[in-house]
């Protein structure tokens, strides 16, 4: 049998099957698709502005090294007259975070792209190993949310940039549309929908470039572009409610390739709805040209890398079916135990929010207003920022250190 003619040239050898719709693609007509839907979603957003300088959330996990590859990449080709600068949070992890701080290290050379890593400690006084020492794993991933958060806006700052791109993708994207779905919080779900997040107030711009992009689609496109990136998992467990949508999420997918991008858009849809919020994006190409703006608080999960949560063990497959010669740890979960870590998860929510709403009444959808931290100075609306409050708990669990 002949082999199958690519779909888009009609002549090279389809080698891939897209995992987004299953076209049949030659390799190089793989890699340009997926470098012009990504041009796509940051010009019909309008994203950048000529001479901007941008940080790239650097993790050296595939996510961010694809994204600082493409932008790269499409900045050379269509002249966005970008000044890309690598920006990477240590959290101090040891045998993960300084593993993949040598990948970021090796793409800021390849790349030529200036670097700065910004450590949890000097920042806050703990490592995350510290912290988990203290606080055990359970809940490290909100910890671990709330500091990157603001060490990637205060390495910005120390930078001099105002826009920081992450490498979050369309998977992650309908992750956190269906956690908020599932949590009733639709002023939250149509926040992490927009391509653009962080207030009006705050000095860093964040945005999602590869918010269409598939997961399997940047590991392939990493594979066929031999981009160098670090697989291993974070070695904290992530966060039993997200691990159990991502779950629900690649089963879809398996069903319905087209189910990812349909959660995003339904979020966008259903964002519209939301006095006060506007989704963002092409979705499509359906309108808009304004640049909408979400509140800070939300983006999508505590961790920056999806490496960490997988618990189908899907994507470690695919990477070592792709890598092949590689051996790579298979990421079984036991998912029993996900389960009831998320019902105690729920529960916990459930009694959190019966006394903030007074008895489950939905959410409130208005702005937050914003005010900075009298502690550290972080823009916050409460007097005293999340990370603040999260280390007063914690330096009370080590009184011989002094802050
Ligand atoms: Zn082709
Ligand atoms: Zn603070």
């Not at 940039?161 to 149509?190: F, P, Q």
């Not at 992490?192 to 207030?199: E, H, M, R």
């Not at 629900?248 to 390739?257: D, G, S």
Request: charged letters at 25%; proline letters at 3%.
């Amino acid at each position: 049998m002949a082999p199958a003619l690519c779909a888009i040239c009609k002549t090279g050898r389809a080698l891939i099957k897209r995992p987004k719709n299953h076209t049949k693609l030659c390799k190089s007509c793989f890699i340009n698709i997926f470098e012009d839907e990504v041009h796509h979603t940051i010009t019909s957003s309008q994203l950048f502005y000529p001479g901007e300088k941008v940080a790239i959330g650097a993790s050296g996990g595939k996510d961010s090294t694809v994204l600082a590859s493409v932008l790269k990449t499409l900045n050379e080709r269509h002249g966005y007259g970008l000044e890309l600068v690598l920006l990477s949070i240590d959290e101090g992890i040891k045998g993960y975070r300084d593993d993949s701080l040598e990948t970021v290290k090796k793409n800021a050379v390849e790349y030529d792209m200036p670097l700065l890593v910004v450590g949890y400690d000097e920042l806050y006084g703990w490592t995350m190993d510290q912290v988990v020492e203290t606080i055990g794993k359970k809940g490290n991933c909100t910890y671990c949310g709330v500091f990157r958060r603001q060490a990637l806006d205060r390495g910005a700052k120390m930078l001099g940039i105002r826009h920081v791109v992450t490498g979050h993708n369309a998977d992650d994207v309908a992750e956190t549309v269906l956690m908020n779905l599932l949590r009733g919080d639709l002023s939250r779900l149509s926040r992490s929908t927009s391509i653009v997040t962080g207030d009006n107030k705050s000095e860093v711009k964040r945005s999602k470039p590869l918010k269409y992009s598939y997961e399997k689609e940047i590991v392939l496109y990493a594979h066929h572009k031999k981009l160098e990136y670090f697989s291993t998992e974070c070695i904290y467990s992530p966060e039993a409610f997200r691990g159990s949508a991502r779950t629900l999420i690649k089963q879809l997918e398996r069903v319905r390739p087209s189910a990812i991008l349909d959660i995003v858009r339904s979020g966008e849809d259903m964002a519209r709805l939301v006095p006060g919020e506007s989704a963002s994006s092409c979705g499509g190409c359906k309108s808009k040209t304004e640049t909408p703006v979400a509140a800070p608080e939300d983006d999508a999960g505590g961790c920056g890398s999806s490496n960490g949560r997988n618990p189908g063990g899907e994507m470690a497959a695919m990477d070592k079916q792709l890598r092949e010669n590689e051996e790579a740890e298979g990421l079984e979960v036991d998912i029993t135990k996900l389960v009831l870590e998320s019902k105690n998860r729920q529960k916990e929510k459930q009694r959190d929010s019966a006394t903030k709403n007074g008895g489950g009444n939905p959410k409130p959808t208005t702005r937050q207003v914003l005010g900075k931290c009298q502690r550290c100075g972080y823009m916050s609306s409460q007097d005293t920022c999340q990370a603040c409050t999260l280390l007063e708990g914690l330096n009370k669990n080590r009184p011989q250190i002094q802050i």
